[in-house]
Structures are given as structure tokens and as C-alpha cells.
């Protein structure tokens, strides 16, 4: 009875901690939520709980009332397809051969080793910005992908996950005549897909969040990403350039604890979007492909 009464109270200290920590990660998605819906004076004044207070969509209009967040939502979008089916195609054409002994592929240590010390250390901002200068890919797409279109992390998550494909499988496929390539493509891949959409899933995440390339390689505007441009239409008020009385109701409408909270409700939407269908892959991706056999 006393190990039944303790592995009950073990079990309730543990469900009390998880809803702790489910609550803490709750609440400031809400209040966020409900900042996004209030007034700009209830926001202000630190009315704002769980539940909008004065509720309004004046914050959505600012954001949303503007072509050049259409076209930067365009640019993000096209972003994510692009960078993200060149990270996958870069990770998975490079964490083959590397997942390969060293009697198949004899300069396979010397690889790993380039790619762990790309972990460790990268060549640095400004000769970044000059080598992206000099191929002449300021103000495009392609400095948003390039850049960082081999994600080590990702290579060695998914040569990791390659080693745990049955070796007889691959043996089999040889003795029928098939090529590298066709082993790769109709066994390795398709027993892959946890860890690829997982991967998928870190590329998409992180070519959407992403604001600071485009502060750093785009200089016009007009091709900005969207995390980029809502980064600074919510900080680059200026009320004293506003003459138009409509246009400065519309500004003392919202402030900016209001529209940062909109900016985050409205970039959060797609990937609410996207996780469902990957969720499925993601804990078998993260635990089989970080396990070295």
C-alpha cells in the first residue's frame, strides 16, 4: 500500500508539473492572441489578459491592407519552396555517399570531418555579404537560399539515418544490376521519409522565421520577405510624417504591443498549417536519425 500511495503521488507531482509547463507555454500564446484583437489604449494600459479587451481588428488592417504585404507573403512563400527543396536535395545527395564505410567510400572521415568543423565555425558576415556581393545575388531570392543551403546538422541527422537501413537491402538491390542512384532513390529515400520530413519540417520553419537576411542582403522594400517587412513597418513609425487626419486615426489605432502581437499571430498561421501533416515523422525522425549505429 505505501509503494501504491508513493507511485500516486509521484504520478500526481508529475501531471501537476506537465500542466505547469503546458500553462506557461499557453498563456503568453493567448495573451499575445488577445492583444492582437484589443484596443491600442487597453494594450496600453495593461488591461489585456487571456481574453481581448475593446476588441478591434484595427492592427490586422495595418498589416493586412497593404500590397506590399501580399507581395513580400509571395516572396516568402516562393522562398520556403525553393530553399527548402534545395536544402533537402543538397542534405540527402551529401549524406549518402557519407554514410558509406570506409571500404566503400575511403575519403569518407576527411568529409565528416569538414562537415563537423563547418558546425563549429563559419566564414563570418561580412565575407558572406561579399562573396553573395560579388555573384551578384544582392536584392534577389537567391541571397535568401544560398547562403545556407547545406545544413550540417540536418546532413549528419540524415547520414545517421541512412547507416539504419538494413545493409541487406542495398546487397539485394546490387546483385539485381541497380545503380547508385536507383538505390538511393527506391530504397534509401522512401525509408527515409520520417527523417526527411523532419528535416523538412527545420528547413521550413527556419526560411520563414528568418528576418535577418533580409535585412542584411535586401535593400529595396519591394523585395523584402515577410518577416522582414513586418519587422519593419512595426518599427519604423514615424507620426510626425502623417498629415492625412484619417491616416493618423488609423495609426493611434493600434500601437505597437498590438501589432507585434498581430505580426506574430499572423506569422505563426502557415506553419500551424504545415505541422500537422509532419508531426507524424518528427519524433522517429529526431530519435532514429540522431543515433550512430
Known amino acids: 500500500m ?5 507511485i ?3 504520478t500526481v507531482f508529475i501531471y501537476a508539473v506537465v500542466v505547469v509547463m503546458g500553462l506557461s507555454c ?23 489578459g487571456i481574453i481581448p479587451v475593446s476588441f478591434t481588428l484595427s492592427s490586422y488592417q495595418k498589416i493586412l491592407n497593404d500590397q506590399q504585404f501580399w507581395r513580400s ?21 551529401m549524406a549518402y555517399p557519407l ?18 568543423f563547418a558546425m563549429l565555425f563559419n566564414g563570418g558576415m561580412v565575407p558572406t555579404y561579399m562573396v553573395v556581393q560579388k555573384l551578384g545575388m544582392i536584392n534577389t531570392i537567391w541571397s535568401l537560399i544560398f547562403p545556407g543551403a547545406v545544413g550540417t546538422g540536418n546532413v549528419i541527422l540524415m547520414m545517421n539515418f541512412f547507416r539504419s537501413v538494413p545493409k541487406s537491402l542495398e546487397e539485394a538491390a546490387e546483385i539485381d544490376g541497380a ?23 527545420f528547413c521550413i ?19 523584402y520577405p515577410l518577416q522582414t517587412y513586418i519587422q519593419m513597418i512595426a518599427t519604423t513609425f514615424d507620426i510626425s510624417k502623417i498629415t492625412d487626419i484619417k491616416k493618423l486615426e488609423e495609426f493611434l489605432a493600434v500601437s505597437e504591443k498590438t501589432l507585434n502581437s498581430a505580426k ?28 550512430k549505429e
Open 73 to 93: 507573403f509571395l516572396i516568402s512563400v516562393l522562398r520556403v519552396m525553393a530553399g527548402t527543396s534545395l536544402n533537402i536535395f543538397l542534405v540527402i545527395t
Open 264 to 291: 506574430i499571430v499572423v506569422s505563426v498561421i502557415p506553419l500551424l498549417l504545415i505541422y500537422p501533416f509532419l508531426q507524424k515523422y518528427f519524433t522517429t525522425g529526431l530519435v532514429v536519425g540522431a543515433v
Open 179 to 201: 545503380t547508385p542512384f536507383q538505390i538511393l532513390w527506391n530504397i534509401f529515400i522512401p525509408a527515409s521519409k520520417p527523417c526527411i520530413a523532419t528535416i523538412v519540417l
Open 26 to 48: 499557453l498563456l503568453p500564446l493567448l495573451n499575445t492572441l488577445a492583444l492582437s484583437f484589443s484596443s491600442s489604449a487597453a494594450a496600453t494600459a495593461g488591461k489585456v
Open 205 to 223: 520553419v527556419g526560411h520563414w522565421n528568418d528576418y535577418f537576411s533580409g535585412i542584411l542582403y535586401i535593400t529595396k522594400v519591394h523585395n
Open 99 to 116: 554514410s558509406k564505410s570506409r571500404r566503400e567510400f575511403g575519403a569518407q572521415k576527411i568529409y565528416i570531418k569538414f562537415v563537423i
Open 8 to 10: 500516486d503521488l509521484l
Open 2 to 6: 505505501k509503494k501504491r500511495k508513493k
